[in-house]
T-cell receptor, first 115, second 112 residues
Framework: AAGVIQSPRHLIKEKRETATLKCYPI?????VYWYQQGPGQDPQFLIS???????DKGSIPDRFSAQQFSDYHSELNMSSLELGDSALYFC??????????????FGEGSRLTVL | SQQGEEDPQALSIQEGENATMNCSYK?????LQWYRQNSGRGLVHLIL?????REKHSGRLRVTLDTSKKSSSLLITASRAADTASYFC????????????FGGGTRLMVKP
């Protein structure tokens, strides 16, 4: 079965650079969530989108922005990168209301290293 | 953690033994879920228990929920080396969506 696809899987950037992470949800899933997991930490919710509109916002820094496109894929843009942004970034998706069991389907994550 | 705490933070057992992990949360919930994460990999959903349920089973997994104590436990019976992973509880506090708030995680090591 198709899963959530994230790219790139690994990314190395210098401080103050920008980075873009991409997420392709499971087909027919209309909601996308972004989570950040620092080393040894629990995942922290950043932001979510439903039908291309922002639905919830968590602890996402102002330097980060995200959007969901017409094909439901989502991109997380990170600017002025700091050392503390080094983390695993997960995308998750859920289907529409009638198929929604409450479970989030996670991708394998994108590991960002800021040097 | 903003929503939950897990204990123990790390657990080491022998294959065949049972593993129990506990989770506490702070606000009223819609449901509570448990996820598994192999090192550096994605999170895999294990089981979901709704706020009006007290116990749920799935294979070797047993989850309990005590809303009066705002706590949940995950029991893995007859553990296997392949169960070695981190286990997170996550609570849904938003009835309009699936936004989850994760707890601190328990690192389980099952020795062959």
């Amino acid at each position: 079965a198709a899963g959530v696809i994230q790219s790139p899987r690994h990314l190395i950037k210098e401080k103050r650079e920008t980075a873009t992470l991409k997420c392709y949800p499971i087909p027919r899933h209309d909601t996308v969530y972004w989570y950040q997991q620092g080393p040894g930490q629990d995942p922290q919710f950043l932001i979510s989108f439903y039908e291309k509109m922002q639905s919830d916002k968590g602890s996402i820094p102002d330097r980060f922005s995200a959007q969901q496109f017409s094909d439901y894929h989502s991109e997380l843009n990170m600017s002025s990168l700091e050392l503390g942004d080094s983390a695993l970034y997960f995308c998750a998706s859920t289907p529409g209301a009638t198929m929604n069991t409450g479970e989030l389907f996670f991708g394998e994550g994108s590991r960002l290293t800021v040097l | 953690s903003q929503q939950g705490e897990e204990d123990p933070q790390a657990l080491s057992i022998q294959e065949g033994e049972n593993a129990t992990m506990n989770c506490s949360y702070k606000t009223s919930i819609n449901n509570l879920q448990w996820y598994r994460q192999n090192s550096g990999r994605g999170l895999v959903h294990l089981i979901l228990i709704r706020s009006n349920e007290r116990e749920k089973h799935s294979g070797r997994l047993r989850v309990t929920l005590d809303t009066s104590k705002k706590s949940s436990s995950l029991l893995i019976t007859a553990s296997r080396a392949a169960d070695t992973a981190s286990y997170f509880c996550a609570s849904s506090i938003n009835n309009a969506g699936n936004m989850l708030t994760f707890g601190g995680g328990t690192r389980l090591m099952v020795k062959p």
